[in-house]
């Protein structure tokens, strides 16, 4: 059974190119979620989304970045004309929603990343 | 933003000594998980908390949410070289995102 994939592990870009960085959830997981580790900070959450559905991109930058999780494929987080400040980890986490006396929570499952460095 | 901080923020010990790790936060949040990063790795869950006061262990290890549901222990007992690593608790306030600690850096000395 995988666990949550991403490719690639490493991209290397130079600036003004395009990144494209691709995120498989488990088997059975609907929600997807994206966070950027920047070096020597902590994980933050970038987006959330569920198949077709963007819930909430309440800390994704507001231009270059986009996400999108298709009815088929992989979710993609799509980076346009990337700058040096873009260098920085990316994780991809899946769930499905679990129930609990208190409603419902995620228990979120990390992928390995993908390092992008930027020329 | 709710912010989570994680105490101490490096801690190097000897085998075989035990260690806590805090997580503490102004805000509630519905669920609390912990989890551990290798270098070069993505984080790994370990435990998710969800009751207020509930204690959940994993071998040598020992997890407790506050009853507030606003704070989070990890207690490691008889520590070994391959506890060594990031340890970063996440808190989330309801079904979306998580909102992740400073991180504690553990070196286990053998």
């Known amino acids: 059974n995988a666990g949550v994939m991403q490719n690639p592990r490493h991209l290397v870009r130079r600036r003004g190119q395009e990144a494209r960085l691709r995120c498989s959830p488990m088997k059975g997981h609907s929600h997807v979620y994206w966070y950027r580790q920047l070096p020597e900070e902590g994980l933050k959450f970038m987006v959330y989304l569920q198949k077709e559905n963007i819930i909430d991109e309440s800390g994704m930058p507001k231009e270059r970045f986009s996400a999108e999780f298709p009815k088929e494929g992989p979710s993609i987080l799509r980076i346009q004309q990337v700058v040096r400040g873009d260098s920085a980890a990316y994780f991809c986490?899946?769930?499905?929603?679990?129930?609990?006396?208190?409603?419902?929570?995620?228990?979120?499952?990390f992928g390995p990343g993908t390092r992008l460095t930027v020329l | 933003t709710q912010l989570l901080e994680q105490s101490p923020q490096f801690l190097s010990i000897q085998e075989g000594e035990n260690l806590t790790v805090y997580c503490n936060s102004s805000s509630v949040f519905s669920s609390l998980q912990w989890y551990r990063q290798e270098p070069g790795e993505g984080p790994v869950l370990l435990v998710t908390v969800v009751t207020g006061g509930e204690v959940k262990k994993l071998k040598r290890l020992t997890f407790q949410f506050g009853d507030a549901r606003k704070d989070s222990s990890l207690h490691i007992t008889a520590a070994q070289p391959g506890d060594t690593g990031l340890y970063l608790c996440?808190?989330?306030?309801?079904?979306?995102?998580?909102?992740f600690g400073t991180g504690t850096r553990l070196t286990v000395i053998p």
């Open positions: 996440a808190g989330a306030a309801g079904a979306n995102n998580l909102f």
């Open positions: 986490a899946s769930s499905q929603s679990q129930a609990s006396g208190r409603g419902t929570y995620n228990e979120q499952f």
